[in-house]
T-cell receptor, first 117, second 111 residues
Framework: GAVVSQHPSRVICKSGTSVKIECRSL??????MFWYRQFPKQSLMLMATSNEGSKATYEQGVEKDKFLINHASLTLSTLTVTSAHPEDSSFYIC?????????????FGQGTRLTVV | LAKTTQPISMDSYEGQEVNITCSHNNIATNDYITWYQQFPSQGPRFIIQ???TKVTNEVASLFIPADRKSSTLSLPRVSLSDTAVYYC????????????FGGGTRVLVKP
């Protein structure tokens, strides 16, 4: 099956610093990648959709200047949380949809647990 | 994506069959139905996908009636390790279309 690798799996950072999370599709090319945030006992909340080579589309209420998304290639997307604050602490998950995919089958990374102290 | 409605939670016992029904009354002609499983602190994992009638794979079956306004995920003979949250998603997966999750169903398998 298709594999999506997300790195790091866990990160602790100081308030005010920036953190970069990488999402790679290891054995397929992804036209579209999605970034989610998940709080405890809640569902995944879509933050943004990124298509290779174009600007990401952010969901309402998600600050694009705070959550920088770069989708420079068909196998790599990055999410940078800038000037992180404790309220940004959450579980961040990426997913990728295959090039040529015609259905809602998407492949998810293992998630990144971000703790801002 | 079509809106989906699932039960919030379900309890079961080891060895039983678990059936989770998802309602998607406004499903579109081009939409597929996809189910994901998520364990705590992990990303969701694809379980099964279908368009109509019945689909079966090594882990589950998916039943879709003719009107496609609902679907039922069937997990045969569950074990403790099947305790997870199960999400039903409906959409056509066209490039750029959003992949949004509803509330999911929290399944607890008891010994």
């Amino acid at each position: 099956g298709a594999v999506v690798s997300q790195h790091p799996s866990r990160v602790i950072c100081k308030s005010g610093t920036s953190v970069k999370i990488e999402c790679r599709s290891l054995d397929f090319q992804a036209t579209t990648m999605f970034w989610y945030r998940q709080f405890p006992k809640q569902s995944l909340m879509l933050m943004a959709t990124s298509n290779e080579g174009s600007k990401a589309t952010y969901e309402q209420g998600v600050e694009k200047d705070k959550f920088l998304i770069n989708h420079a290639s068909l196998t790599l997307s990055t999410l940078t949380v800038t000037s992180a604050h404790p309220e940004d602490s959450s579980f961040y998950i990426c997913s990728a949809r295959k090039v040529g995919g015609t259905n809602t089958e998407a492949f998810f990374g293992q998630g990144t647990r971000l703790t801002v102290v | 994506l079509a809106k989906t409605t699932q039960p919030i939670s379900m309890d079961s016992y080891e060895g039983q069959e678990v059936n989770i029904t998802c309602s998607h009354n406004n499903i579109a002609t081009n939409d597929y139905i996809t189910w994901y499983q998520q364990f705590p602190s992990q990303g969701p994992r694809f379980i099964i996908q279908g368009y109509k009638t019945k689909v079966t794979n090594e882990v589950a079956s998916l039943f879709i009636p003719a009107d496609r306004k609902s679907s039922t995920l069937s997990l045969p003979r569950v074990s403790l390790s099947d305790t997870a949250v199960y999400y039903c998603l409906v959409g056509d997966g066209a490039a750029g279309n959003k992949l949004t999750f509803g509330g999911g169903t929290r399944v607890l398998v008891k010994p």
